[in-house]
Nanobody
Framework: QVQLVESGGGLVQAGGSLRLSCVAS????????MGWFRQAPGKEREFVAA????????RYADSVKGRFTISRDNAKNTVYLQMNSLKLEDTAVYYC????????????????????????WGQGTQVTVSS
C-alpha cells in the first residue's frame, strides 16, 4: 500500500510559477511510474505529465509541454511538478498518482496517460491562476 500526499498548490498570477510536490510512503517508490493529473470544475480528470520509475523519461500533455517539468527523487520518495508560465486555464485540482510496474514494464520505461492505469492517488492540491 502506498499513500501519496501532494503539497505546493496555491494562488498565483498568470505568468507565474509554482512547484508541486508529492511524497509517497512505503519503501517501493522506485517500482512506480508517477503521473500528475488535474481536474477543473465540471471537467474530466486529464493527464498532465508522467515520469518513468527512474526519472529517465517523461511525457507531457500538449497543453503544458514546454511550460511544466516533471521530475522525481527516489531517495526522497518524492515527485515534483514545476509549473512555469501559468495560464488561467491551468486552474484545477492537481493529483499525483502511482502506477505499480512489473519488472518488465520498468525495463521498458512504461508511463501512461490513462487515469485507470494508476493504482494509487493523492488527495489533490488546488492550483488557482488569477489574471
Amino acid at each position: 500500500q502506498v499513500q501519496l500526499v501532494e503539497s505546493g498548490g496555491g494562488l498565483v498570477q498568470a505568468g507565474g510559477s509554482l512547484r508541486l510536490s508529492c511524497v509517497a510512503s512505503g519503501r517501493t517508490f522506485s517500482h512506480y511510474a508517477m503521473g500528475w493529473f488535474r481536474q477543473a470544475p465540471g471537467k474530466e480528470r486529464e493527464f498532465v505529465a508522467a515520469v518513468t520509475w527512474d526519472g529517465g523519461r517523461s511525457r507531457y500533455a500538449d497543453s503544458v509541454k514546454g511550460r511544466f517539468t516533471i521530475s522525481r527523487d527516489n531517495a526522497k520518495n518524492t515527485v515534483y511538478l514545476q509549473m512555469n508560465s501559468l495560464k488561467l486555464e491551468d486552474t484545477a485540482v492537481y493529483y499525483c498518482a502511482g502506477d505499480l510496474l512489473s519488472p518488465a514494464a520498468q525495463a521498458m520505461g512504461v508511463t501512461s496517460d490513462v487515469p485507470s492505469k494508476y493504482d494509487y492517488w493523492g488527495q489533490g492540491t488546488q492550483v488557482t491562476v488569477s489574471s
